[in-house]
């Protein structure tokens, strides 16, 4: 993975009407370096990405994509990337050959090799000259990726890209975007709701929340290593991990440390030796959704869903 | 840009209802051949001689060069209608049966209203589509000026209008000459001292030419409506509702200085050289002018609001 940063999101701000939507955002993505993009309902996901692919203007600041300012020099910042705004609509009245070729057309050299090439990429070639109206939603799907491949991207943007795959549909769809950027060095940007499908795609999390960046992590960042210890009775099952020097904190059943795996073995003799019964003693990994929820705050989200 | 309108073109041209505006028109032109055909084959022998027709014609011509409020343009054409009858009484010249290849030529033009009706369609849904369909996004994204993609659509809009013309030039040739053949008679024009005979091919395409100038405004107009509401049905609704009111509107403001800044005062073109003017003291050149400025301001309205709009659907 090589650091060179490819698009940079200098101060954006948007407003509608009076409502700022989103505040001054900052963000810098990396060639090669798949970054997800998360946030609440509403919260400016696909404001920032309408942004970013010129179908919004900003505000305020700008966006720069292979240092060319999306607002100054629209064409030579917009040429090499792929889009894939929400489910990518087609001409249905035509071929899926055909869309190709129409947007082909709106590129630079693209050739008829290339589209060749991507539809075998997205292993079309069976159904590419039928009418795009009688695709199920997955072929679409990957329609829609072979369209934004067309000019080999060097920055791939995904708003919400899986709703509507079927399981094998997202791995597959997953293991091609990974695929994508690793080999061709591409950076990708995806936003999406489901928590789960950032956490296996994404090298790098952004966090979005009313219209600010709140943070921006590394999916594979060391964790504090945390064990779960269920036991009983718990008064004296705690007493005795204070005692050992661990600092405690009740959750659910039990308590959790903070320790690593070495002073487990040791830990559990002691307990057994205070007689106290051990129901269960495992390593605690925060998901994502955790982290999620307690950045944002559960009740935004909650709220959201009752719109 | 080439290429944006090869695209256009495609688009336009894989819908189905192209070719169904294509086809009904072809057989709305051969069912006008084929009634014109047989109601003449149904009536009884002509009540009049061509003589008797001429005299009144002449007559007319006459009586309206005496009314003091025609204009200059009505009355260069009365003149020559006066000299053109008297020339075909004395010199024994028949004209054009309205059953002949000639006739139906020179009338061709007023077929026309259905060219603009087409292009009334195709131009209120040629932006509003990709909006409606959602393709906006995919179009949009693309390393292409917004500008540029309006143009290609104009342009387009443009080039089905006058293919539809030429279908429409060729298939009253096609039909007329099937259903009539080419007529007895002399096509006459008045060209300002003495009348001579002139070319009725020349004399249908410049008409045609003329006609098409209310097609280019209205679907210009049709073709700003939908990119600005974005939706197809009201665009055809309106225009095609202004198509029919909007010349009517002439007669009523007549008595009013503001008619003659009136976008229908100007539309139709061929009044010049058929006699009838709503309005008699307009001209050529200021029809002209006044429909140009009309063309811009649609035309700043349509690339104003396209490059400026948010895209949030």
């Known amino acids: 993975m090589s650091n060179e940063k490819i698009v940079e999101i200098r101060k954006l701000s948007k407003t509608i009407g009076k409502k700022q939507i989103i505040k001054n955002l900052n963000l810098d993505l990396h060639k090669g370096e798949i970054t997800g993009f998360l946030g609440p309902n509403g919260a400016g996901k696909t404001t920032t990405i309408r942004m970013m692919v010129g179908l919004m203007k900003p505000t305020q600041g700008d966006i720069l994509i292979g240092g060319k300012s999306i607002r100054t020099d629209f064409e030579g910042s917009i040429e090499k990337v792929g889009v894939i705004v929400e489910n990518p609509e087609m001409y249905k009245f035509m071929s899926g050959y055909k869309n190709l070729v129409h947007f082909a057309r709106m590129h630079k050299g693209v050739t008829k090799a290339r589209i060749d090439e991507v539809i075998q990429q997205v292993g079309m070639q069976n159904r590419i000259k039928e009418k795009v109206g009688s695709y199920s939603l997955g072929m679409r799907q990957r329609l829609g990726l072979a369209q934004a491949l067309l000019n080999n991207p060097e920055f791939l943007i995904l708003d919400e890209p899986t709703n509507g795959l079927d399981p094998a549909g997202i791995r597959e769809f997953r293991m091609y975007l990974r695929k994508v950027a690793r080999e061709n060095d591409v950076a990708i940007f995806v936003s999406s709701h489901l928590l789960s499908e950032i956490e296996l795609l994404c090298d790098r999390i952004a966090i979005i929340q009313n219209g600010e960046l709140i943070d921006i992590k590394n999916v594979n960042e060391h964790q504090q290593s945390r064990y779960y210890i269920e036991a009983k009775p718990a008064e004296q099952a705690k007493q005795v991990l204070e005692e050992i020097g661990f600092t405690v904190h009740p959750h659910e059943n039990g308590y959790l440390i903070d320790t690593e795996p070495e002073h487990i073995p040791g830990a559990i003799k002691l307990l057994t030796a205070a007689g106290v019964d051990l129901y269960a003693v495992q390593p605690h990994r925060t998901t994502l959704e955790d982290q999620f929820l307690e950045m944002t705050g559960g009740g935004e989200i909650a709220q959201a869903h009752t719109k | 840009m080439l290429k944006l309108i090869q695209n256009e073109w495609m688009k336009l041209w894989s819908k189905k209802a192209t070719w169904i505006m294509a086809s009904l028109l072809i057989i709305i032109l051969l069912a006008n051949a084929g009634i014109t055909k047989w109601i003449e084959s149904t009536s009884p022998a002509p ?247 009309y063309f811009l301001v649609f035309m700043v309205i349509s690339y104003w609001t396209f490059s400026k709009r948010d895209v949030t659907a």
């Open chain 2, 47 to 293: 009540e009049m001689a061509w003589q008797e027709m001429e005299e009144m014609n002449l007559m007319s011509a006459q009586d309206q060069l005496q009314n003091p409020d025609i204009g200059s343009a009505q009355q260069d054409y009365y003149e020559g209608q006066a000299a053109i009858a008297e020339y075909r009484l004395a010199n024994d010249a028949e004209p054009f049966k309205v059953e002949s290849l000639q006739q139906q030529m020179l009338d061709g033009h007023m077929m026309l209203s259905l060219v603009t009706l087409f292009t009334v369609i195709v131009g209120a849904g040629i932006v509003a589509s990709e909006f409606s369909q959602g393709t906006i996004k995919m179009l949009l994204t693309r390393p292409v000026k917004r500008w540029k993609i309006l143009t290609s659509k104009y342009i387009t809009t443009m080039l089905f209008a006058l293919l539809f013309a030429i279908l429409t030039f060729i298939s009253i040739a096609l039909f007329s000459w099937i259903f009539f053949g080419v007529g007895d008679g002399a096509f006459l024009v008045w060209n300002g001292s003495e009348v001579v005979e002139g070319s009725y091919w020349a004399e249908a395409l410049k008409l045609s030419a003329l006609s098409l100038a209310s097609t280019w405004m209205i679907g210009t107009f049709a073709f700003m409506l939908g990119t600005v509401f974005r939706s197809s049905s009201l665009a055809i609704g309106v225009s095609i509702f202004l198509m029919f009111v909007g010349v009517q509107l002439v007669f009523l403001l007549q008595r009013f200085e503001i008619v003659k800044y009136y976008l229908f005062t100007h539309t139709d073109l061929t009044q010049f050289y058929t006699g009838f003017m709503p309005i008699p003291d307009i001209t050529m050149a200021m029809s002209l002018i006044v429909l140009t400025v």
